[in-house]
């Protein structure tokens, strides 16, 4: 069984500081998605990483795939309220792409 | 475009009763996902059809839960009976292919299913 483990589970900031959330397995994926989630809706895909060592950004944020795929790194750069939410990471296998979720971030941004 | 459908949006039951949880996909995505998202986990997946055959049920407790995706649109998932630990948000997805890693999942809003 392929697990992903998500750290740390709970962050609390300040508006404008930086932050990082980890996303660790031992296994390799063939490639890895990192959603947002808000409280009662379903979670909102953010990013795919696919190529090992790859780096995205999207305005404040960037995600990094670990050489080896194992792991990955998103990282919130003078994080808003407005960031506020469960940040999940899901590693897609190579069967029909399925998707195997970290258990998730809570990130709570204070004015 | 008309995002995932799900209903109901919450549902209070008492163990052993039945519950069904109907979601429509976006038009035109071939691939529909179950997932169980309990709280303070990441979801799930319970079970994933591409049009109306299933592709995984591994985790799908078979003995109580069962679900069904007619004409390869619509689709519903039943548990029969229920146990406390159902209690969880029930999270429909849909995506346009299968087996490509890359292919974008769109989620439902989910149905919060209270087991009393």
């Known amino acids: 069984t392929q697990l992903l483990e998500q750290s740390p589970q709970f962050l609390s900031i300040q508006e404008g500081e930086n932050l990082t959330v980890y996303c660790n397995s031992s296994?390799?994926?063939?490639?890895l998605q990192w959603y947002r989630q808000e409280p009662g809706e379903g979670p909102v895909l953010l990013v795919t990483v696919v190529t090992g060592g790859e780096v995205k950004k999207l305005k404040r944020l960037t995600f990094q795939f670990g050489d080896a795929r194992k792991d990955s790194s998103l990282h919130i750069t003078a994080a808003q309220p407005g960031d506020t939410g469960l940040y999940l990471c899901a590693g897609v296998g190579t069967s029909y792409g399925k998707l195997t979720f970290g258990q998730g971030t809570i990130l709570t941004v204070h004015p | 475009e008309a995002g995932v459908a799900q209903s109901p949006r919450y549902k209070i039951i008492e163990k052993r009763q039945s519950v069904a949880f109907w979601c429509n996909p976006i038009?035109?995505?071939?691939?529909l996902y179950w997932y169980q998202q309990i709280l303070g986990q990441g979801p799930k997946l319970l079970i994933q059809?591409?049009?109306?055959?299933?592709?995984?049920d591994s985790q799908l407790p078979k003995d109580r839960f069962s679900a069904e995706r007619l004409k390869g649109v619509d689709s519903t998932l039943k548990i029969q009976p229920a146990k406390l630990e159902d209690s969880a948000v029930y999270l429909c997805?849909?995506?346009?292919?299968?087996?490509?890693?890359?292919?974008?999942?769109?989620f439902g809003p989910g149905t919060r299913l209270t087991v009393l």
């Open positions: 059809f591409q049009n109306n055959g299933v592709v995984d």
């Open positions: 296994s390799v994926f063939s490639s």
């Open positions: 997805a849909s995506s346009l292919a299968a087996g490509v890693g890359t292919d974008t999942q769109y």
């Open positions: 038009s035109g995505h071939a691939t």
